[in-house]
Structures are given as C-alpha cells and as structure tokens.
C-alpha cells in the first residue's frame, strides 16, 4: 500500500486528531479513559478508533477473530461458534458503558455479508467500522464510514480526492469519528491498509483537516530510545523527527505503522505519541525538524535475519558496470538487497533470510557467471543494528566512540555501512552478538 502527502497548504487549524489503538479500546474501562481525555481538550474533534484489541494476555484481538470468520466462510463452514465470540465482545462493551445503541442489525448484516462470500478485507474492517458506532456513541460524536470518505486507485495507492472529501465531509461543528484501517477501492469494495493500518488513517485525517497535531494513543509513553526487552531502563525520546523515526523503523522500532509518516510530513504536522493509561506523559514528538543539541544519537535498534554475499575481484572499480551486473543477478531472482557497502576490490551484498530462501547456491553461481569474481563467500546469521542520530553528522568522533563501545564489549562488526544522509551508522554483527551490542552502544551514547 502507497501513501503520499497532498501538497502543502499553508493554513494550519487549531484541531486535533486522536487515533486510539486496539489496547487503548479494548474494554468498557479503556473506552471511560478514551472519554476523558477527548473531554478534557475540546480540540481534539477528529477520532480514529481502532478494533478492540486485547483484553488481557488470554484475549484474541477481534480482527483476529473477524479473519478466521472469513477462512471459515469460504470453506464453507459454520462461522457461529467464532461470530458469537465477536458479538459478545461488541455487546459486553455496549452494556458495560450504558449506551442505548442497538448493534444487533449491524452485526446481523456483517455476518450475512461474510458467510455470502465478502471479502477477506471487508470481514477484517468489520472491528473498526462497528466499533467505531461505539466510539462515537459515547463520545457524541458523528460517524462517518471510513468507506465512504477514503479511497483508493486501481493501483492500491490512496486516491488524492481522499483529502478533499474528508474535508467536506467533515467540515461542521463539533466531533467526527472515523474509524481506522479500511476505506474503499476502485472496485468499490471495501479495502484495508496493512495491519497497524489505523495510524494512517489518523494520518491522512490530520492532512486532510489541516490539524494543529496528531495525537497517536497507545499502550506506551513514546517512542523508547532503544528496544527495553534489551535494556530494561531504556529512556524515552522526548523529540525525533520523521526521518530518523524511519531508520529506526527500518530496523524493526515499531510503535508507528511505517506509512503513517508521509501524509502529516508534506505539511510538517507533528505526531505526538502518547499512553491511553498515563495521558499526563508527555509522550515522544515526531517532528520535521529538531535541534539535536548536544544529544548525538536519538535512538538505536536492531533486527535478526540477515545473510551476507561477500564478493572479491581485484580492480573491480575499473570494471565499468560491475555493481549493476552483481545486482542484476539478485533482481533476476526477485530478491530485494538491503545494503550494498563497498570497497575498492570488494563489495558486500546484504539481504533479508526472508527474501533469500534457499536460493543462495544458484545466487552464487549466478554471481560467478556475470562478474568473474576471485571469491564469493556467504555469511548467514547476521544482524544489523542502526544507530541514528540527526547530531552524528556534526559530532566528531561519533563513530569512534560507537566502534570503541563495541569493542570493549567484545563484539566483533562483520560490516559497517553509513547512509549518506550520515543520521544514521548501521552495522553487521552476529545474531548471537546483537543484544550486547545495542546495550554496549545504548550505554555509551544515553
């Protein structure tokens, strides 16, 4: 799925738009704290709910649910058992908030719809379009079909007329709820983004109402500097901008679905990621622009999964074409390359185990054939970690004291690539070796 900005527009309103994600509505409970902080900020009159998440570790996600509604419908099966588990869930949320709103037609219709052959799209948007008549309900705000407002192209790409129509849509008084995750395709069916889709839904709203902010409620007080599954005390970032949220992002950050950023960049509205339960934290601002000051990195992260082609040729820089030929071959079986750093008679290729496969023999014998190279060789089982940094450009030493850290803790860098907006160093180490490796970085630079 594509997501582009419209151009900007030099006027800037006062409102806000609140996107809430599945554990910020995932009870009775959440939804009371949802209401109070809507409540307690008048300008918060653009809300994006998301289906409910989980109630607990045991619970399902209700999109969980809606899926398998959809598997068993198309083969044919009674989808009773598992449409019950959903009713209740939507019902129990009625009844617990007191609201007299009567859903049993909506969810009598989505039910007959799916087990007479809907799509797998439109039986997963079912979590947000219903919950959405809840949301708005206790909030006393007007619902607007998210497929009635947003739409996409033949291609998939998000339709510019999509802005516009939110605009119309959605230009009078007091609050509008528009449920996350889905609007409608060319075909006229109902069409999802990828799952985490709400964030660009809240996205898009905000380009489209010219908001002041946009508000991105979650389970977390923002963005943390680094995973704190690695390091228990890893700080919150108070400021980071689009950019470097994208490098993090990359390498596996995921508070913020990854297309979320673009339709709010183009006009440089600012995201705000804030915790349903703890709405006094200030949260992580997602920003154009920052001062760095004197924090040179703002966030490291890392992923496993990746295999390196090592490749060797003496005066392969005066070979015109080489890197093309090298890549060619990659392309040829439809595999992606992640990083390509190089030397002056060797180059290294990166790419994901995922798009490898098994496929790194005939790889190599195709590497073989098209560049007549001295060796090849392949290291499976690496690890790449990126620490990102607006500051590191203008601080000297900043690879120095990365390189020193890593040392010291004994860890051995396979590869070291740095882009060439020079915000971010990514390095290669062993998967064995990636945890003590971001915390030894994360000690020197926090």
Request: proline share 4%; charged share 25%; net charge neutral.
């Amino acid at each position: 799925m594509t997501v582009t900005a419209r151009p900007h527009d030099s006027h800037v309103s006062q409102d806000k738009v609140a996107k809430f994600g599945g554990t910020s509505v995932a009870t009775a409970a959440q939804l009371l704290k949802v209401k109070a902080i809507i409540d307690a900020d008048p300008k918060r009159r653009f809300i994006v709910p998301s289906a409910p998440g989980k109630a607990d570790a045991k619970d399902t996600k209700v999109t969980d649910l809606l899926y398998l509604a959809h598997q068993l419908a198309a083969k044919g099966q009674p989808i009773a058992p598992v449409w019950d588990k959903i009713t209740e869930r939507f019902l129990s949320i009625v009844r617990d908030l007191k609201l007299t709103l009567d859903l049993k037609p909506v969810l009598d219709q989505a039910k007959a719809t799916i087990e007479g052959g809907a799509t797998a799209d439109y039986a997963a948007s079912r979590g947000e379009a219903i919950h959405g008549l809840i949301v708005a309900a206790l909030l006393n705000a007007e619902y607007v079909d998210a497929a009635e407002v947003i739409t996409f192209d033949r291609a998939g790409r998000l339709d510019p007329a999509t802005f516009a129509a939110i605009k119309k849509r959605c230009a009078g008084p007091g609050r509008y709820c528009i449920p996350g995750f889905y609007g409608r395709g060319a075909d006229g069916q109902v069409k999802t983004f990828s799952r985490g889709g709400s964030d660009v839904t809240g996205s898009v709203v905000a380009n489209a109402v010219d908001a002041a902010i946009y508000e991105n409620w979650t389970d977390v007080s923002g963005v943390l500097m680094t995973d704190p599954r690695i390091v228990a005390e890893a700080k919150p970032i108070a400021e980071i901008t689009y950019g470097e949220l994208r490098e993090l992002s990359y390498m596996g950050a995921s508070v913020l679905h990854e297309e979320a950023v673009f339709p709010v960049r183009g006009k440089a509205i600012p995201i705000n990621i804030r915790n349903t339960n703890r709405p006094d934290d200030a949260g992580t601002m997602i920003v154009d622009r920052r001062d760095p000051g004197s924090q040179v990195v703002v966030g490291i992260a890392g992923t496993k999964g990746f295999t390196v082609f090592g490749i060797e040729k003496a005066l392969m820089n005066g070979e015109v074409g080489f890197l093309r030929r090298v890549l060619d071959a990659f392309e040829h079986h439809g595999i992606a390359v992640e990083h390509v750093p190089t030397g002056i008679d060797t180059m290294s290729v990166v790419v994901a185990d995922k798009q490898l496969g098994t496929r790194a023999d005939a790889l190599v014998e195709d590497i073989r054939a098209a560049v007549q190279p001295d060796s090849v060789s392949v290291t499976p089982g690496m690890a790449l970690i990126a620490t990102v940094g607006q500051g590191m450009s203008n601080a000297t030493g900043t690879a120095g004291r990365l390189f020193a850290s890593l040392a010291r803790a004994r860890v051995n860098v396979r590869m070291i690539d740095q882009g060439s907006s020079e915000q971010n160093i990514i390095v290669g180490v062993e998967e064995s070796d990636l945890a003590g490796a971001i915390r030894a970085i994360y000690n020197e630079f926090a």
